[in-house]
Structure formats: structure tokens, C-alpha cells
């Protein structure tokens, strides 16, 4: 996908490709924002670079990753230059009791799955702006 730095971005980190790809469309098509999309936390280490360039204006996590966790990969990315002060809403399948302490901690917003789109729209657009 090719990114313009002239809109806003959201760095979506996703392991399923169908959840990914359908979280990157509807966020494309039904927000004035484009979505960059990330499989992994190895393929967002080689892509930082690029990820840094774009100054995402939100980052939304998926909580449970092959080899992190989502609370993990935004204390990664909070470490990076230019993307310290970047929110992140982090989308879960757990049981939310079980992380709401690590969530809490760094003042995250927790989404559990399954989620209505349009909740989840709308609170990207309400973070963002």
C-alpha cells in the first residue's frame, strides 16, 4: 500500500491478514485517514524508518502477537523518537480482567472483540482529532 504523508495515519499491528486487511479497508473508507499495515512486530522493526516518517496519529493494536504482546510493542514504539507521545487503542480477544492492569498502567484504551465498526470508527476519529 502506498501511504501520503499529507493525510493522517493509523499503524495498524495485525497477525490475522483478514482481520488486518478488513481493519485497513475500513479505516481507509469510512475515515478521512489512511492505514498502514503491519503483520508483526518483526515486520514493524524493519518498517520503522517508514512508520517514523509518517508520524502516526494513532496506533491500533492487536493485543495478542506471535511473539509480544500489544502493552510490549507500544512501549517499543513509545521508546522510538517522534512517536513517544502517539496514542494506541489495543483490540483484544482476552478476557479484558486479565490485562486491564498493563492497559490501565499506560492509559490505554481497551477494545474487546468481537466490537462494532462503527464504535471503533468513531473512536479513532474522536482520538485523532
Same mark, same amino acid.
Given at each position: 500500500?502506498?501511504?501520503?504523508?499529507?493525510?493522517?495515519?493509523?499503524? *495498524?499491528?495485525?497477525? /490475522?491478514?483478514?482481520?488486518? @486487511?478488513?481493519?485497513?479497508?475500513?479505516?481507509?473508507?469510512?475515515?478521512?485517514?489512511?492505514?498502514?499495515?503491519?503483520?508483526?512486530?518483526?515486520?514493524?522493526?524493519?518498517?520503522?524508518?517508514?512508520? &517514523?516518517?509518517?508520524?502516526? !496519529?494513532?496506533?491500533?493494536? /492487536?493485543?495478542?502477537?506471535?511473539?509480544? @504482546? !500489544? @502493552? &510490549?510493542?507500544? /512501549?517499543?514504539?513509545? !521508546?522510538?523518537?517522534?512517536?513517544?507521545?502517539?496514542?494506541?487503542?489495543?483490540? @483484544?480477544?482476552?478476557?479484558?480482567?486479565?490485562?486491564?492492569?498493563?492497559?490501565?498502567?499506560?492509559?490505554?484504551?481497551?477494545?474487546? &472483540?468481537?466490537?462494532?465498526? /462503527?464504535?471503533?470508527?468513531?473512536?479513532? &476519529?474522536?482520538? *485523532?482529532?
Amino acid at each position: 500500500m502506498s501511504t501520503s504523508p499529507a493525510l493522517k495515519t493509523i499503524l *495498524v499491528v495485525e497477525d /490475522d491478514s483478514g482481520n488486518g @486487511t478488513f481493519l485497513e479497508m475500513a479505516i481507509q473508507s469510512e475515515t478521512p485517514y489512511q492505514a498502514m499495515l503491519v503483520a508483526s512486530e518483526s515486520e514493524m522493526l524493519r518498517r520503522i524508518e517508514e512508520i &517514523k516518517a509518517l508520524k502516526p !496519529a494513532l496506533f491500533l493494536l /492487536d493485543y495478542r502477537l506471535p511473539r509480544t @504482546t !500489544a @502493552t &510490549k510493542l507500544y /512501549d517499543q514504539l513509545h !521508546a522510538i523518537e517522534g512517536l513517544e507521545e502517539v496514542p494506541a487503542i489495543i483490540i @483484544t480477544a482476552e478476557t479484558p480482567d486479565l490485562i486491564e492492569p498493563e492497559i490501565r498502567q499506560r492509559n490505554l484504551l481497551l477494545l474487546p &472483540k468481537p466490537f462494532e465498526l /462503527d464504535n471503533l470508527l468513531e473512536t479513532i &476519529k474522536s482520538i *485523532v482529532n
